[in-house]
Each structure stands twice: as structure tokens, then as C-alpha cells.
């Protein structure tokens, strides 16, 4: 019996919105400092309806491998039951706020 991939939601900022991704894949990136998502996954592309949010997201996504993410971006990971629709939400309002640094620092230039 074929064991079924894991499906992990991951909610980050990303220029004043907030992103919802839906990948098989995440975890600590060998960069430091980042989270690795892989596989993202997209909904089955209907041609009588069309979700422009996620079509978006799929332009934008769509043929990358991996994407590496800040720590400070980060919100929430969650390992979900099933996929949902990948979404952009307005961060307008939001409770959540992005701390002012990474906590990991340049090194000087020379």
C-alpha cells in the first residue's frame, strides 16, 4: 500500500500580503536563516471557473522547484487532511505583525 504524501499549509508575509501555500514539502533550508517549500500544489484547472487568486499564485509559482522563505515570514505551518486553494490575503487589519528583524545580522563590509 502506498503511503500517501504529507500536505502542509504555510501562511507567510510576502510584500504587505499574506500568503496561503499548499506544498508536500517544507522544511529547514540548508541556507541559513530560510524554510524550503517544495511541491507546491495547485487545484485541478477547471475551464468553466477560474480562481484568479490561485492563478496568480500558479504564475508565479507554478514552475518553481523550491522557494525559500525568510524564518521572520513566516506565520504558521500547520500538516493538514487535505489540500485547500492556495490564496493572497490582504495583511490590512490583520493581528499579526512581522518582528522587525531576522535576528540573524550581515557580516561588515570591507
Same mark, same amino acid.
Given at each position: 500500500?502506498? +503511503?500517501? $504524501? ?18 508536500? *514539502? ?12 517544495? *511541491? ?38 500547520? *500538516?493538514? *487532511? $487535505?489540500?485547500? $486553494?492556495? +490564496? ?23
Amino acid at each position: 500500500m502506498k +503511503k500517501n $504524501k504529507s500536505i502542509f499549509r504555510v501562511l507567510f508575509h510576502n510584500q504587505n500580503k499574506i500568503y496561503e501555500l499548499y506544498a508536500h *514539502e517544507v522544511s529547514q533550508a540548508s541556507m541559513i536563516g530560510f524554510i524550503e517549500i517544495g *511541491e507546491i500544489i495547485f487545484g485541478e484547472r477547471s475551464k468553466l471557473l477560474v480562481d484568479p487568486a490561485e492563478e496568480k499564485l500558479k504564475s508565479e509559482f507554478g514552475d518553481v522547484k523550491h522557494t525559500y522563505v525568510p524564518h521572520h515570514s513566516i506565520i504558521r505551518i500547520d *500538516e493538514v *487532511e $487535505k489540500e485547500g $486553494k492556495n +490564496k493572497i490575503h490582504d495583511s490590512d487589519g490583520s493581528t499579526v505583525s512581522v518582528l522587525p528583524g531576522s535576528g540573524f545580522s550581515q557580516p561588515p563590509s570591507n
